[in-house]
């Protein structure tokens, strides 16, 4: 009863520092959002809005289940990291992300990659689907970033400009599993890349985040190529008892020597991190002195000794 009543605290937590909304008074207000309507669809795809605007979608909508689902994935996964697809729909200027599932994909602590059975997998989970009544469509990818923030690489803007060609409307959405264990919070960063030959015009700096010194080249020389959109999230009546099957089937009790222990790593790698950027930045900028100093030195007359 005691581990019980801890996990529904845990996710009331969870739910709090995320922003998840909470159940609502009218549930059919709550799952009116879930009507997926074939017509609206079809004529979004016909008109095509964002092929004229860069920036039409500004928005992304992701429901709770589908979130925790994608948190589930990232952390399982680890330090490799993990790929999967999101469903959904259009409305508007935001793209509204109903549900997701993980893909059986090869990955490295760096990259992963999609091979031909991954594909087959998709294209069977979407048929299913089809055939169960889920109409909605794949409307993104998710990968996750283990340890070093929410931003896409070099690959991954490749990936999405290709999606965002032949299967739009497409969202790519990145989690970081071991920031969200750190900070109790999601970690979450959802993107849409820019068409080939456009110049964004200078936007203000987003939200400051730690890039590791490996991957400042990368994140730096790709920043340009695509833009962050606001995530929001929603909850159906029905997704109340999914979280709670959900939650309560991964969630694990962590003791207070856990937390500590957990807490005292953070601090220290971000102390050792810290002086590591400091001696990197003293030996960049600081060890040419003496050389320079000494030949200025040399260069000069020689001084005048008594004999």
């Given amino acids: 009863m005691e581990a019980t009543s801890s996990a529904a605290i845990a996710r009331q937590t969870w ?3 995320n922003n998840i909304p909470s159940a609502a008074s009218d549930p059919g207000a709550m799952d009116a959002i879930y009507q997926y309507d074939e017509a609206s669809q079809a004529k979004a795809q016909q008109e095509k809005p964002w092929a ?11 429901s709770a289940l589908a979130l925790l689902k994608m948190v589930v994935h990232a952390r399982a996964g ?10 959904g ?16 994909v090869e990955g490295t602590e760096t990259r992963v990659n999609a091979q031909a059975d991954a594909y087959e997998y998709m294209v069977e989970y979407s048929t299913i689907n089809k055939q169960a009544g889920r109409l909605e469509n794949v409307v993104g990818w998710y990968h996750s970033h283990p340890g070093y923030g929410c931003w896409l690489s070099g690959i991954d803007v490749s990936t999405q400009m290709l999606n965002q060609q032949f299967t739009e409307p497409f969202l790519a959405v990145v989690i970081d599993p071991t920031r969200t264990v750190s900070a109790g919070k999601v970690e979450i960063g959802a993107f849409r890349t820019y068409p080939k030959d456009y110049k964004p015009p200078d936007e203000p700096v987003s939200e400051y985040q730690t890039i590791p010194l490996n991957k400042i080249e990368d994140f730096g020389v790709h920043c340009k190529q695509y833009y962050s959109l606001d995530i929001t999230y929603f909850k159906s009546s029905l997704d109340s008892h999914l979280l709670d099957l959900l939650w309560n089937k991964y969630w694990q009790e962590e003791s207070p020597l856990a937390k500590v222990t957990r807490d005292s790593s953070k601090i220290t790698a971000e102390q050792v991190h810290g002086l590591m950027s400091q001696v990197i930045k003293d030996v960049l900028f600081n060890s040419v002195l003496p050389s320079s ?4 030195d040399s260069s000069g007359p020689e001084p005048m000794v008594e004999s």
């Fill in 52 to 62: 004229n605007d860069p920036h039409h979608f500004r928005r992304a909508k992701i």
């Fill in 89 to 104: 729909k259009c409305e508007g200027d935001a793209i509204i992300v109903m549900d997701a599932f993980a893909l059986p």
């Fill in 78 to 87: 680890g330090t490799i990291e993990v790929m999967g697809l999101m469903q």
């Fill in 293 to 296: 100093k000494t030949s200025t």
């Fill in 15 to 17: 739910e709090l520092e």
